[in-house]
T-cell receptor
Framework: SQTIHQWPATLVQPVGSPLSLECTVEGTSNPNLYWYRQAAGRGLQLLFYSVGIGQISSEVPQNLSASRPQDRQFILSSKKLLLSDSGFYLC???????????????FGEGSRLTVL | AQRVTQPEKLLSVFKGAPVELKCNYSYSGSPELFWYVQYSRQRLQLLLRHISRESIKGFTADLNKGETSFHLKKPFAQEEDSAMYYCALTTSGTYKYIFGTGTRLKVLA
C-alpha cells in the first residue's frame, strides 16, 4: 500500500535561518506531489506542485522554494526564514495524470513550523 | 483564476439537526469538485467527489453549475461529524487542486 511521510513533524527556527522540510511517498511511482500551507482563516494554500523529477510549479511568490531530486521525494526549502513563514505545512500526492481529475489527494501528517 | 469560497468559518448544529456546509466556486470551464474532511488528530482525507455522485457517512453534495455551488448536506448530524471540512476544485488538464478556507462543524449533544 502507498504511504506518505513528512519530517520533521515540528520545527522551531529563528528568523533568518534556513529551512528544509522533506516528504517521501512509498508504494507508487511517478506521483504528482504538492506542498500546501494550512493557516487558520486562510484554509489550504497551494504553494508548489510537481509532476515529475525536476519539474516544479510555483503558485505563490514567496520566500520558499521546492525541489524534487527523486521521483518520490519532495523538499520545501528556504534560505532565510521570515516570521510570516510560520504555519502548518502539508505534503500530498496523487497519481492523477490531469486528463480526468477524479483522483484523490493523499496527505501527510504535516509539519508545524514556528519562526521566532 | 479558479477560486473556492466557503463563507462560514464555523457552523454549530445540534445532534439530529440537518447540516449544510456551503461551497461556491469560480471557474468558467467544467470543474471537478471534492469535499475533504479533517477529524481531530487525523490527516486530511477525501470525503466525497462530485463525479462519483455517492453518499459517504450520510453526506451528499450536488454540483450546481448554474449557481456554481457544491454544498455538502446531511439530514441528521451526528457528534462524530464534528471536524474541519474543506471544499476543493480541480480542472481537467491541470494538476492543481484549489481549496477553500474551510468550515469547522461542531455538532452539539
Amino acid at each position: 500500500s502507498q504511504t506518505i511521510h513528512q519530517w520533521p513533524a515540528t520545527l522551531v527556527q529563528p528568523v533568518g535561518s534556513p529551512l528544509s522540510l522533506e516528504c517521501t511517498v512509498e508504494g507508487t511511482s511517478n506521483p504528482n506531489l504538492y506542498w500546501y500551507r494550512q493557516a487558520a482563516g486562510r484554509g489550504l494554500q497551494l504553494l508548489f506542485y510537481s509532476v515529475g523529477i525536476g519539474q516544479i510549479s510555483s503558485e505563490v511568490p514567496q520566500n520558499l522554494s521546492a525541489s524534487r531530486p527523486q521521483d518520490r521525494q519532495f523538499i520545501l526549502s528556504s534560505k532565510k526564514l521570515l516570521l510570516s513563514d510560520s504555519g502548518f505545512y502539508l505534503c500530498a500526492w496523487t497519481n492523477d495524470r490531469g486528463h480526468a481529475n477524479t483522483g484523490e489527494l493523499f496527505f501527510g501528517e504535516g509539519s508545524r513550523l514556528t519562526v521566532l | 483564476a479558479q477560486r473556492v469560497t466557503q463563507p462560514e468559518k464555523l457552523l454549530s448544529v445540534f445532534k439530529g439537526a440537518p447540516v449544510e456546509l456551503k461551497c461556491n466556486y469560480s471557474y468558467s470551464g467544467s470543474p471537478e469538485l471534492f469535499w475533504y474532511v479533517q477529524y481531530s488528530r487525523q490527516r486530511l482525507q477525501l470525503l466525497l467527489r462530485h463525479i462519483s455522485r455517492e453518499s459517504i457517512k450520510g453526506f451528499t453534495a450536488d454540483l450546481n453549475k448554474g449557481e456554481t455551488s457544491f454544498h455538502l448536506k446531511k439530514p441528521f448530524a451526528q457528534e462524530e461529524d464534528s471536524a474541519m471540512y474543506y471544499c476543493a476544485l480541480t480542472t481537467s488538464g491541470t494538476y492543481k487542486y484549489i481549496f477553500g478556507t474551510g468550515t469547522r462543524l461542531k455538532v452539539l449533544a
